[in-house]
T-cell receptor
């Protein structure tokens, strides 16, 4: 099994729908992150969490929310999806020195 | 606010040639990372650079860090087609403690 697992891998949803992207990890790391990748913009941080009780906004948190259900699980929600949220989303974990990324979720909002 | 800029954003190379990707960042950092991404895939860690003057090499890739200039370079020696990918640098530290700030990425294409 992968160290960082994201589900679903691909998702097409309609404008206005609520959608949740899930991430689970087996690394035992306390720190977890959600990034969004758009062509030409690199990866931008949406939310991050240093432990179960700690949630922080990143540079582009508007329109997103997160839930840290356990040390191993960190979910990203789009409350009302809009087309400009179409992107590749990555979950990552860290032990302060190394970062491990999931395989990504390709989300299309139509 | 930490900003990270890479150049060039697009790089088309012939096999056998050498080239360098540059990564500039705006504030003090603790660590600088280089990643490789193949199309539609996840990020693969290449190097972590911790201190001024650090140099690391793996195969045809060599990364260096100059913290005084706030500059890292990724040098490609005798490029081969298998190196075609997108390369990202990312910086952690200062106001971005505990999280990575990424450059835009450099799309490298190596031609025969």
């Amino acid at each position: 099994d992968a160290d960082v697992t994201q589900t679903p891998r691909n998702r097409i949803t309609k404008t206005g729908k609520r959608i949740m992207l899930e991430c689970s990890q087996t690394k035992g790391h306390d720190r977890m992150y959600w990034y969004r990748q758009d062509p030409g913009l690199g990866l931008r941080l949406i939310y991050y969490s240093f432990d179960v009780k700690d949630i922080n906004k990143g540079e582009i948190s508007d329109g997103y929310s997160v839930s840290r259900q356990a040390q191993a699980k960190f979910s990203l929600s789009l409350e009302s999806a809009i087309p400009n949220q179409t992107a590749l989303y990555f979950c990552a974990t860290s032990d302060r020195w190394t970062y491990t990324f999931g395989s990504g979720t390709r989300l299309t909002v139509v | 606010e930490l900003k990270v800029e890479q150049n060039p954003l697009f790089l088309s190379m012939q096999e056998g040639k050498n080239y360098t990707i540059y990564c500039n960042y705006s504030t003090t950092s603790d660590r600088l990372y280089w990643y490789r991404q193949d199309p539609g895939k996840s990020l693969e860690s290449l190097f972590v650079l911790l201190s001024n003057g650090a140099v690391k090499q793996e195969g045809r890739l060599m990364a260096s860090l100059d913290t005084k200039a706030r500059l890292s370079t990724l040098h490609i020696t005798a490029a081969v087609h298998d190196l075609s990918a997108t390369y990202f640098c990312a910086v952690e530290g200062g106001t971005s403690y505990g999280k990575l700030t990424f450059g835009q990425g450099t799309i490298l294409t190596v031609h025969p």
